[in-house]
T-cell receptor, first 115, second 113 residues
Framework: DAGVIQSPRHEVTEMGQEVTLRCKPI?????LFWYRQTMMRGLELLIY????????DSGMPEDRFSAKMPNASFSTLKIQPSEPRDSAVYFCASSRPSGSVNEQYFGPGTRLTVT | GNSVTQMEGPVTLSEEAFLTINCTYTATGYPSLFWYVQYPGEGLQLLLKATKADDKGSNKGFEATYRKETTSFHLEKGSVQVSDSAVYFCALIEKSSGDKLTFGTGTRLAVRP
């Protein structure tokens, strides 16, 4: 199994530019999660999808952030326009309900730097 | 709402020392409990889990027991190695909250040779 795949692994962009982060969940998983990790705020859940439908986006910080999941094998997180305070590591995770324990599998993350 | 509280880090130990990282939780129902580990430059990996009271999760020499009476899930290892240096996250899922994991803030462990 390839695991959760994220791209790019590193992104450096200038303030005001659009940034798109990509995620391919593990095949057969029907839930997908986007997290942001910073030193100041730790690990934050931004949004999650179940069967390609956004279930909870209460963690999305601002309207500059948007996420889509057009099919079961692909999701994007877009920031437009980007700001320096968006610099963080963004993780994607996926899970498949297994009884009562929903184990999440994390991707390697995308390190975003906005200058 | 649900919450997870972990001991502040960093924790610095010598190789072969005994490790305890404390974790307590608040939940309205009966959560499942997890420990995740994050090695430098990587994503989080599930280390162990427990789904009901008195369950003991174990993996790679690490153990944690689900204590409902004290709402705790402390992580222990009898003899740490340099390769255990990482950040450890305690987390819970409660079905009433859907599929959302509630994470603690993480505890950084550094093991000296």
């Amino acid at each position: 199994d390839a695991g959760v795949i994220q791209s790019p692994r590193h992104e450096v962009t200038e303030m005001g530019q659009e940034v798109t982060l990509r995620c391919k969940p593990i095949s057969g998983h029907n839930s997908l999660f986007w997290y942001r990790q910073t030193m100041m705020r730790g690990l934050e859940l931004l949004i999650y999808f179940n069967n390609n439908v956004p279930i909870d986006d209460s963690g999305m910080p601002e309207d500059r952030f948007s996420a889509k999941m057009p099919n079961a094998s692909f999701s994007t997180l877009k920031i437009q326009p980007s700001e320096p305070r968006d610099s963080a590591v963004y993780f994607c995770a996926s899970s498949r309900p297994s009884g009562s324990v929903n184990e999440q599998y994390f991707g390697p993350g995308t390190r975003l730097t906005v200058t | 709402g649900n919450s997870v509280t972990q001991m502040e880090g960093p924790v610095t130990l010598s190789e072969e020392a005994f490790l305890t990282i404390n974790c307590t939780y608040t939940a309205t129902g009966y959560p499942s409990l997890f420990w995740y580990v994050q090695y430098p430059g990587e994503g989080l990996q599930l280390l162990l889990k427990a789904t009901k009271a008195d369950d003991k999760g174990s993996n790679k020499g690490f153990e944690a027991t689900y204590r409902k009476e004290t709402t705790s899930f402390h992580l222990e290892k009898g003899s740490v190695q340099v390769s255990d240096s990482a950040v450890y996250f305690c987390a819970l899922i409660e079905k009433s909250s859907g599929d959302k994991l509630t994470f603690g803030t993480g505890t950084r462990l550094a093991v000296r040779p």
